[in-house]
C-alpha cells in the first residue's frame, strides 16, 4: 500500500489495524483494585493534594510551597508589548490564612495561571500557544476553592489536574462538602466516551462533557437516562437538576468501560483528526494538547494520569529508557520489546505506543508539528498517527528525543 505522509498507510489510521496486530486485545491491564492503587501513584506524583482530602483551613505558606512556579517573562500580550508579570503577581497575591470551600463546575471552564483572560505568548504573535492558559477543568469537577480575588470574578483553586485560577461564574460552591464528596464518588454514573458529549438540560438548554468525565446516573428510563448536572445559583450556591441522554447514544457509557487495550486503542482513533488545542484552547477553540489527549482516552477506562507530560512520564512501569548515544536504529530495536499502549515520553511531549511494522515504530498523539530526519518541519497541529522515523538525523527528531517508555499496569 502506497504510504501517506510520516510512512503512514490508509489502513494504520483505524484501531482495528493495530487492535488485529495484537495477540489478545482483550485482556485486562488492571483490574479495579489496581486502578486503585494506579490513581494513587498518581496522585502521588501531582503537586497538589487530592481536592476532597483537604482540612478546612491552611496557611497560605504551605500552599504557595504546593504550587509550580509560575510563568516568567518575558512574555508579550495581543499587540506585542510587553506584559507586566509583577502586576500580574501582586494581583494573584493569598492572603495568610485560607479557609477551604468545595465546589463543582457547573460547565467546562479554563485554568489560568493568574486571574485574567489575558493571552501571554513568548513570541509576538504565537497566538495558538496562550502560556497562562494551564488546562481545562469539566463540568461536575471537584474543585477545592481558598480564596476570591477582590472583584469577584476570579476563584483561586486546586483541581483534580493542578491548581489555578477560575472563572467564579462558572463553579458552584457547596454549602456542605458532603454534597461534592457523594457527587464525586456516586457509584452510578456514566461515561463520555466521545470527544464531546451534550446534556439536555430543562428548558431546552444543554451542557457538554468530554471524554473520561464522569457524571452521576439519577435514573434510568425507557429511552433516555437522567444525570445530577451542577448548576451555580445567582448567589454561587451549588444545587442540582437533572439532565437527558439518550439511552443508545455510543457517547455514553454506563460505568468505567474495560481497562483493556481494545478501549484505548478505540478511544485514541475517535479523536484523530482533532485540532491540538494549548491547555485545551487553542484561540478559542475546543481542542486537546498531547497530554490531555492520552488523559483524556485512559480516563473511560477508570485511570487517571497526571495533567504534563513531564508527570505522565513518571507513572506506570519502566519499559524502556534511550540514552543519548542510543542511535534511532538502537531505539527502534529497544521498541520492539516495549508493549503497545505504553506511553512514550520526550521532554514536552507524550504519545501513545501503537507498535511496530516492519521494524518502524508507530505512535497516534496529538502533535503540533513533526520533524524530519534532515530538519525539515510539517506542521500537523491535530491528533495523527506518524512513524518514530529510524532514518539517521542530522537534526532532532521524535526517535531521538525519545527518553522512556511507561507502561500503564501494576505498581
Known sequence: MTPLKFNVTADMLTADYWLARLADPDTPLLDAGAITAFNAQTRA?????????????LDAGDVRALLPSLPDGPLYGIDGALIDLGAL???????????????????RTHLRAFPTDRVAMKRPGDFYFDRFQDTTVDVGWPVAVFHTEIG???????????????????IALADDPAAVHDYVNAPSFVTVTGSRAGVVLPGGRYVFAQMGTRLPLAGRDADTRRLWIPQREHSGKLTFIEGHI???????????MPCTLRTVFTQAFKLLGEPYAWGGSRM????????????DVWAVT???????????GRVGINAAAFGPDDTPAARAAILRNVPPGALLWLPGHIMLYLGSVDGVPYAIHDVWRYTHPDGAETPIRRVAVTDLPVAPAAHPTLMTRLVCAQVIGPV
Not at 246 to 256: F, I, K, S, T
Not at 302 to 312: C, E, H, I, K
Open 45 to 57: 506524583t501531582l503537586a497538589i493534594p487530592d481536592v476532597l482530602d483537604l482540612p478546612e483551613t
Open 302 to 312: 477508570g485511570v487517571r494520569l497526571p495533567r504534563n507530560s513531564a508527570q505522565q
Open 284 to 295: 478559542g477553540m475546543f481542542g486537546r494538547d498531547c497530554s490531555r489527549f492520552v488523559q
Open 89 to 107: 503577581k501582586a494581583a494573584a497575591a493569598l492572603p495568610a490564612r485560607l479557609s477551604v470551600r468545595l465546589g463543582l463546575a457547573a460547565r
Open 246 to 256: 439518550a439511552a443508545a447514544d455510543p457517547d455514553w457509557h454506563e460505568g468505567a
Open 152 to 170: 469577584g470574578e476570579w476563584h483561586f483553586a486546586f483541581t483534580p489536574a493542578a491548581a489555578g485560577w477560575l472563572r467564579a461564574g462558572d
